[in-house]
């Protein structure tokens, strides 16, 4: 049966990849937008997104919106998954608490109510992209 230890050394280890990969991680991610969203300005995007028929709106809708919700939805998902490693880090390298010097402990509480409140944001965000898909059903509705 695995100890505390090994708890606490997989939770450094899996902290520590995310700490290092952080960078390549957000490459990829700006990468992956500018695929998605190619356009510099509002207007450039307007411009490119005309269109006469529902039917061509429906197919830009597809080869834009789809792809850039599946990669908002793949984002935040890591991000929670990033934040509740870094939670579970945080949780089992707390020190005890002793009569003065407390301040890396009120630290790491500090850091770990952020990153409670960074959870629970990043958790709204993805519940509320299927509400896009409701909306945008219902606006097709009414176009016709």
Sequence with gaps: MPSLKTFKQK?????????SSGVDTLKTMEAKEA????YK??????????FE??????QQQQQIM???VAATRDALEMGISS???????????VPQMEDGNNFGVTVQMT??????????EFKAYLEEVPKYYAARAEALDKLG
Excluded: W
């Design 83 to 93: 934040v509740m490693t870094f939670e579970r880090f945080i949780g089992m390298h």
């Design 111 to 120: 850091v770990a109510k952020y990153l409670k409140e960074t959870r629970t």
């Design 35 to 38: 695929e998605i969203f190619p």
């Design 11 to 19: 939770s450094k280890k899996d902290a520590m990849a995310i700490v």
């Design 41 to 50: 300005t509002l207007s450039e995007a307007s411009a490119a997104m005309s």
């Design 53 to 58: 028929t529902i039917e061509q709106m429906q």
């Design 66 to 68: 789809d792809p850039a």
